[in-house]
Nanobody
Framework: VQLQACGGGLVQAGGSLRLSCAASGRTFSSYAMGWFRQTPEKEREFVATISRNGDSTLYADSVKGRFTISRDNAKLTVYLQMNSLKPEDTAVYYC?????????????????WGQGTQVTVSS
């Protein structure tokens, strides 16, 4: 399984970005997916997760109401729409696949990770 994340960039505070994560393999729709982020100063932290069919999502409190996770199983892709971005959202964002079909907020439940995409929000 390979995960390829893209869509990061530099944006001003209050702006928006949409991250995409394309997966390889035919089993994409069998697993829940998630987004995490990390800065040099912090450990990797949970951002959002979505169930295998998209009917259940969970968000970190820090992004709730601003970020939306979604997926298109036909395209083997999971998305993270980020609105009202803040400087504290600056991080490398990683997509990941869970070990099973349930959304999880803890990184230990994820077994495949993408390479990360940098998001920088200027004030």
């Amino acid at each position: 399984v390979q995960l390829q994340a893209c869509g990061g960039g530099l944006v001003q505070a209050g702006g928006s970005l949409r991250l995409s994560c394309a997966a390889s393999g035919r089993t994409f729709s069998s697993y829940a997916m998630g987004w995490f982020r990390q800065t040099p100063e912090k450990e990797r932290e949970f951002v959002a997760t979505i169930s295998r069919n998209g009917d259940s999502t969970l968000y970190a409190d820090s992004v709730k109401g601003r970020f939306t996770i979604s997926r298109d199983n036909a395209k083997l892709t999971v998305y993270l729409q980020m609105n009202s971005l803040k400087p504290e959202d600056t991080a490398v964002y990683y997509c990941a696949r869970t070990r099973n079909n349930r959304p999880k907020t803890d990184a230990i439940y994820y077994d495949y990770w993408g390479q990360g995409t940098q998001v920088t929000v200027s004030s």
